[in-house]
């Protein structure tokens, strides 16, 4: 009898193993701003994401966000999805946990986001950086935190955490502005204000202790080279920084973009020999519209293109109600782009959604349309830059 019992639970467990895995349908496009369920029905977790591609899978890391408000804080770490086609994520679990000590810089509470992730050829190593605000700090010390693992997976280790650039100026600076003084108190958004920020103001003010580094991506160019590149100076100047060979370190080599734009949320990508930038406007978690800019080199000069969507009104004023997080290149190897963006949900950080959209190309602009639901395959008008 005993036996018969244990017979029937084996069978109903197999039932429910079965049951649960073949209910968890296998996804065949994007359908973008829905929940998305990885490998165990949850709704992806790896919010402010980037994808790096090695040896034939993808790799999404992300924040991992918890209930709440307060879940927009680093509570857990950076989360980790596998995938082989993009459209279905394998959890991989945490890459980068949060620390319990209260005297590490990465401990639960701390603020961790926009986590990238990029493989160095030479060192075989896979190298984090991300943006990284101390605890109780609110979004004062604005530094870039590093992170080193042996496999994409993780476990990273945690090394430091640094203002970029100290004691240098950019690239792009002139002798006028490297000797200029700033008259102190201007009144912020004033006409004199805005052209000291344009001038350098902030640069001067860091320029001791290190540059301001807020939302940021990563970008490896096509000669092994990678960058950082980062909202600086108080979110109203962007920050093209040159990483060292093992990408570990910032050689000191950089670039100011566009000197008091007011840019955030950067991603890149290059196509045909020219770089192009989208990102948003700095207006919290609430949607704003994008911005796009193209440049012949990575370090500058950019040109402003406007806003790369298309749509109503609406959509275009708050870029589908989203904000750009990175840029996807050649998935699928169909020599195409994939815009990637957050829609947020400040309230109840873990709800936040993803709004994934091919970059189509009008008159030599990278632009974007709302689709409810597509995939690799039915873009096929995704053309060159001269169409
Ligand atoms: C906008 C940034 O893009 C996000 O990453 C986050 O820092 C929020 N601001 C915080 O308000």
Redesign the pocket.
Same mark, same amino acid.
């Given at each position: 009898m005993i036996r018969y019992k244990a017979i029937i639970s084996l069978a109903a467990l197999i039932f429910l193993f079965v049951g649960n895995t073949s209910s968890q349908e296998k996804q065949q496009s994007f359908k973008p701003g829905e929940l998305w369920p990885d490998n165990n029905g949850v709704h992806i977790n790896a919010h402010?994401g980037g994808i790096l591609k090695y040896e034939g899978t993808y790799f999404w890391f992300g924040e991992h966000k918890t209930e709440g408000e307060a879940g927009?804080r680093a509570n857990v770490g950076v989360h980790c999805y596998s995938s082989k086609d993009l459209y279905n994520w394998k959890d991989e679990g945490i890459a980068l946990a949060v620390s319990q000590d209260p005297e590490s810089e990465i401990v639960k509470g701390c603020?961790i986001?926009?986590p990238k992730v990029i493989f160095n050829q030479k060192t075989k190593k896979f190298v984090m950086w991300f943006?990284l605000e101390l605890k109780s700090m609110g979004?004062k010390a604005a530094r870039t935190g590093l992170a080193v693992a042996d496999s994409p997976t993780g476990p990273f280790r945690y090394i430091k955490s640094l203002n970029p650039n100290a004691g240098q100026w950019p690239i792009n600076f002139t002798k006028e502005q490297k000797e200029m003084q700033f008259p102190a108190n201007l009144k912020s958004w004033s006409v004199e204000w805005k052209n000291a920020v344009a001038n350098g103001m902030f640069i001067h003010r860091d320029f001791e202790k290190g540059q301001m580094a807020?939302?940021m991506t990563l970008f490896v160019d096509d000669d092994g080279k990678a960058y950082h590149i980062h909202?600086s100076e108080e979110n109203l100047t962007l920050h093209i920084s040159e990483l060292n060979d093992d990408y570990t370190d910032f050689t000191k080599n950089f670039a100011t973009v566009m000197p008091a734009g007011h840019n955030?949320?950067p991603a890149i990508f290059k196509k045909e020999g020219k770089y192009f930038l989208i990102t948003?406007g700095?207006?919290? %978690?609430t949607p704003n519209a994008a911005r796009s800019f193209v440049a012949d080199h990575i370090l500058g000069p950019w040109t402003e293109l406007g806003n790369p969507c298309r749509g109503t009104e609406e959509e275009m004023k708050t870029t589908f109600e989203s904000?750009s997080?990175f840029i996807l290149e050649n998935p699928d190897n169909t020599g195409q782009y994939i815009f990637m963006a957050?829609r %947020?949900r400040?309230k109840n950080a873990i709800d936040g959604r993803y709004i994934w959209l091919p970059i189509l190309f009008e008159e030599g602009k990278p632009t974007l349309k709302w689709m409810d639901n597509w995939d690799l395959s039915n873009i096929d008008y995704v053309t060159s830059l001269n169409d």
């Open positions: 402010g927009n603020v986001e926009r943006h979004y807020r939302d909202s955030e949320a948003s700095c207006t919290g %978690w904000q997080t957050d %947020w400040p």
